[in-house]
Each structure stands twice: as C-alpha cells, then as structure tokens.
C-alpha cells in the first residue's frame, strides 16, 4: 500500500506522462464502464477480448496477411486489428447464446463482482494494448506500469485472473416468479 501511496505522490500533475493518462483511463475506466454495462455484458466483452487476443494471435491466415499488410510493423494498424476483431466479435456474442447463457438468470450481478471485472477487463485491454506498441515507445513508461501490464508477471496477471474470477465468482440467483 505504501508503493502505492508513494507512486501517487510521485506523479506531477502539472506536466501529465503517458502513465497519467494510462491511471486515470484504467480508474474512470474501469468504474464508469463496469456501472454502466453490468456483470453480464462485462463478462461477454471480456471473452470477446480473449478470443480476438486468440484470433490475431494464432490465425495462419492472418500470418499471410501480415506478410502483405506489414502489421507487426505498424502498431496502429495492428492495435486496430485487433480492436476490430474485438468488436465484431462482441456484436456476434452478444447476440448469440452465450450472453443468455451468462445472464440466463436475469440478476444484475453484485457491485462488487461487476467493478473486479470490469477493472481486470481494463487492466487486461491496456497490458494487450501497451504490449503491442513497439519498444521504443514503451521504454519510455515509468517503471511500476511497466511492471503492472508489460512484465511476464503482470502480463500472466491480467491474461489469469479474469478466467478464474469467472469460474469461482458466486452464481446469481433466478429471481422468483410472480
């Protein structure tokens, strides 16, 4: 905790870096996005961020397109790459079983699971973000960002812990018929 004390006092306010703007998106992100959307469909988008982290991942055929689009070369086109697998394939999830499936019981979801994921959902697209920005831009970051979404460590964080507060996050209850 006092780290974090620590790396607050540290931050000058006056003349705002990349890790400022990288703080503040992930905090107001994380907060007004999780209560805006719910349990359910920030579970939705976060399954969608994982199959389109797997889709430009590990689709040969992508690997040809690379080949003639150079997009391991550019990171704005490679960010928006995935961004727009991402959304196309949100739009198809949503409308598909799954979000009925998770929000089969119709239950909100508690404030608290609906701010944990919506803060590992924001913490997991800014570590895939900043770890697809070339070197030479992300050296220039502060060294507790750099451990928090670009190490191994908190990079593994990121990709772990949303999978397994899906899996042992409480179930909601079906509300009771009339």
């Known amino acids: 905790m006092d780290q974090v004390i620590q790396y607050f006092t540290s931050l000058n306010w006056s ?4 890790d400022l703007f990288i703080i503040i998106f992930f905090v107001v992100g994380a907060l007004l996005y999780g209560l805006s959307l719910g349990r359910d469909r920030v579970i939705v988008i976060m399954v969608s961020v994982y199959m389109a982290l797997a889709v430009v991942s590990n689709t040969p055929i992508l690997s040809t397109l690379n080949l ?13 790459f995935f961004l727009g697998i991402f959304v196309i394939l949100f739009f198809l999830m949503s409308r598909s079983a799954l979000l009925r499936t998770i929000g089969g019981s119709g239950a909100p979801g508690s404030w608290w699971q609906t701010i944990v994921f919506s803060i590992l959902q924001v913490g997991l697209l800014i570590s895939i973000t900043l770890n697809f920005l ?7 970051l502060s060294v507790q960002t750099k451990n928090v979404f670009l190490s191994d460590n908190g990079r593994s964080a990121w990709m772990i812990l949303p999978i397994l507060l899906m899996a042992l996050a409480p179930k909601q209850k079906k509300p009771e018929s009339m």
């Open 15 to 18: 003349a705002p870096t990349w």
């Open 68 to 80: 003639s689009l150079h997009v391991n070369d550019n990171s704005v086109l490679k960010i928006s």
């Open 134 to 140: 070339p070197k030479e831009i992300t050296q220039n």
